[in-house]
């Protein structure tokens, strides 16, 4: 299969031979951007959506990791940080109430995301933010995209655009609570008369973090250069990170909290070290005036330690410590082909690739023994075709995707005796979309559509568990675990932009089939709860972005979003009861924020934010002792440029030194248990350009 796939690759490259031209500047823009516009929805598209460009995303941006910027600029998204800074070390987020693994992320129409387990770890390639052109992030199954299934939504980054950007040295410095230090350095060339154009940054990360042995030191680079030719355009974009992390991701008891808010209950010892990269050729081809092809090899990998400590009092330290390595490889191709007539607008693609994942485990500092070990080997083929067409007012989008997928999961010959051999899982997916736009005026839109797609199961969700042995050995071989997930998505949506006011709400229904979740029993080493499927449920709700320009210098922007989400029944393991109607975990009934922002003049801006979010339950019961409480959270802002484009910025988080949490889970002993969020925080960065 790896052999098919490097040879498929390479075929996907041709024709690939560059004749000198005269270079339009605006047909190599066009050029350029091709790529990220396969897997993105056009702005006419009956979607929930919102794409961000570079200003808008440096607006936030002081050097934090990625889920901690996308909280910011799209509805119905939380994200919480495992070290309370919401800046670094590891955090999640979560859309429509959703977890991150069920959501698609890309960069340049290539996965981000780790296909065994499915999540992306912004964490392991800090500074990420800063080499992003734009972001487009999709709420609900959204248009069809490359990896995981998307859905509960998708988020497709571009890279730095290489023929837009002047050329430059920029120097950024980041420094703020917690010892928290930011060093990024980086390089744009622009477009060279011999069209050619480049792009490179390095940058540092150091942070102690709120919570105590919570910090973070990380290194990142990130590199990208190409050639443009009038029909013919090769890009090569590449980076990677290697970061330490001191391990927080323990929800702590309530009493614990009270008596000391900062407090970790892991380890001092548990810091992980984890490296990511990733490595993608491109090559566009333009073909007349109208169309276009565009191939894509890819090379991507991550590995390191997750150690988890325990106290043994046969131990010389009193502790025992297991380290739970892994090691990722995935290569892949893309081809994408957009064709536009008097029929209509199609793009056809196709995406094949193969993963593979080795894990192991071992007493510390035993790592040329491990006691377990085992490979697995994750492949898929999947072909995409979409259609969009005007008729009059109305604009009609049809897409369906196919998505074949093989899972060949291994285990420890040790563990297993003479038959350690585990059947293979291939899973079918058929994943359409349809849905029209009607335009009312000029400047008003109406749109709706429904998707459905289906997601398969993680490596994890497969074995209940981190291993194979004799315990699930049947359970994993008769594939009684658990089943395919699929969700139905129901978008209704408006658009509309008047003068100083631009207005984007929308209604969605989801309904579930399947769904994988946390309700079955916690393994022995009490951080990984098994995932089941459950009974039918739904997600409903409605979203708002609203942006509004007044008294010449004011700005108001608000994004929220209602959620009403219940599962129809709910069987507790090892109880006899069963509840109905219950809300599933962390999807709060409101979430969102307002912006308000002050011009002082054309150089000085000013501004404050009103986070709020709702209280969340923790567990299926909804024991109403077991919730996140609802909290609203201040914060100030300021930026100043000053001779030229330097710049200095300002960010001021909970200003009034709130005590809150956005994730919570029920601790060891039963009690609440919860992430603390930092009180008052202060983060300032200095930003040069030469």
């Known amino acids: 299969m790896k052999r098919q796939l490097l040879v498929l690759a390479l075929l996907g490259l041709s024709p690939s031979l560059i004749r000198a031209q005269e270079t339009d500047t605006s047909k190599v823009h066009q050029l350029e951007e091709v790529t990220i516009s396969t897997v993105r929805a056009s702005a006419d598209a009956p979607v929930a959506q919102v794409t961000l460009t570079k200003k808008q995303i440096e607006k936030v941006f002081q050097g934090q990791d990625g889920a901690f910027i996308l909280e910011r600029l799209s509805p119905s998204l939380v994200a919480y940080s495992e070290s309370g800074t919401n800046f670094s070390n590891y ?4 859309l429509r109430g959703i977890d991150q693994s069920r959501i698609n992320i890309t960069l340049n129409g290539v996965p981000l995301n780790d296909m065994m387990d499915q999540g992306v770890f912004f964490s392991n390639f800090t500074d990420f933010g800063n080499s992003v052109e734009s972001v487009q992030i999709q709420r609900g199954v959204g248009t069809s995209s490359n990896g995981v299934a998307s859905y509960a939504g998708s988020v497709n980054f571009e890279s730095i655009s290489l023929t837009r950007q002047k050329p430059s040295t920029e120097l950024q410095l980041t420094g703020g609570s917690f010892n928290t230090l930011r060093a990024s350095a980086e390089v744009h060339t622009g477009l060279m008369e011999n069209r050619t154009a480049f792009y490179a940054r390095m940058s540092r990360l150091q942070s102690d973090g709120y919570r105590r042995h919570s910090g973070t030191e990380s290194n990142s680079l990130f590199f990208s250069g190409g050639y443009f030719g009038d029909e013919h355009a090769v890009k090569f974009t590449a980076f990677a990170g290697n970061t330490q992390n001191d391990l927080a991701y323990s929800p702590v008891p309530l009493a614990q909290i009270k008596r000391d808010p900062r407090t970790n209950i892991l380890n001092e010892t548990d810091i992980d070290d984890f490296s990511q990269w990733l490595f993608q050729l491109q090559h566009t081809w333009r073909l007349g005036l109208k169309n276009s092809w565009v191939n894509t090899i890819y090379y991507g990998g991550a590995g390191g330690d997750f150690p988890y400590s325990y106290p043994d009092s046969s131990s010389p330290s009193g502790l025992t410590a297991i380290n739970y390595p892994l090691y990722n490889d995935h290569y892949g191709w893309l081809s994408n082909f957009n064709w536009n007539s008097n029929l209509g607008s199609f793009n056809f693609g196709t995406h094949l690739y193969t993963f593979l994942r080795e894990n192991a485990e071992y007493v510390v500092p035993n790592r040329l023994n491990p006691y377990y070990q085992d490979k697995s080997t994750k492949d898929e083929f999947s072909i995409f075709a ?99 997930e699929y969700v139905n998505d129901l978008e209704l949506g408006t658009r509309f932009e008047y003068q100083k006011l631009k207005v ?60 009403d989400a219940r599962i129809s029944t709910y069987a507790p393991v090892n109880a006899n009861v069963v509840y109905e109607n219950v809300r599933p975990i962390l999807s709060p009934e409101w979430n969102g924020s307002i912006f308000l922002n002050y011009a002082v ?84 960065t200095l930003r040069l350009v030469f």
Request: hydrophobic share 40%; glycine share 8%.
């Open 601 to 684: 003049n054309s150089r000085l801006n000013a501004g404050i934010r009103a986070r709020f979010l709702s209280e969340q339950f923790m567990e299926l019961t909804n024991d109403p002792s077991l919730v996140v409480p609802a909290s609203t959270v201040l914060d100030f802002v300021a930026d100043w440029r000053f001779y030229k484009e330097h710049q200095i910025s300002l960010q001021v988080n909970n200003i009034t030194d709130a005590l809150y949490y956005t994730y919570g889970a029920p601790a060891f002993d039963g009690t609440p248990g919860y992430l603390v969020q930092a009180p008052l925080n202060v983060y300032a």
């Open 91 to 94: 955090g999640q987020m979560r």
């Open 386 to 484: 979409k259609w969009e067409k005007a008729w009059g007012p109305l604009k009609f989008y049809a897409d369906v995707q196919a998505r074949q997928v093989y899972i060949s999961l291994g285990g420890d010959a040790s563990y297993l005796g003479e038959d350690p051999a585990i059947p293979s899982r291939d899973y079918f997916f058929l994943n359409p979309k349809a849905g029209v736009t009607y335009d009312l005026k000029s400047n008003w839109q109406l749109y709706l559509s429904f998707g459905r797609s289906g997601r398969e199961p993680t490596r994890s969700d497969i074995l209940g568990g981190l291993q194979v042995t004799p315990y699930n050995i049947a359970n994993v071989r008769s594939g009684a675990n658990v089943s395919p």
């Open 504 to 563: 984007d709400v929308n209604a969605y229904y989801m309904t579930f089939e399947n769904e994988i979740a946390p309700i079955g029993a916690y393994i022995s080493e009490g951080f990984y709860q098994i995932y089941l499927n459950q009974d039918p449920s739904f997600r409903r709700g409605v979203e708002l972005m609203a942006d509004y320009s007044f008294l010449k210098r004011f700005n108001v922007r608000a994004q929220m979003a209602y959620l």
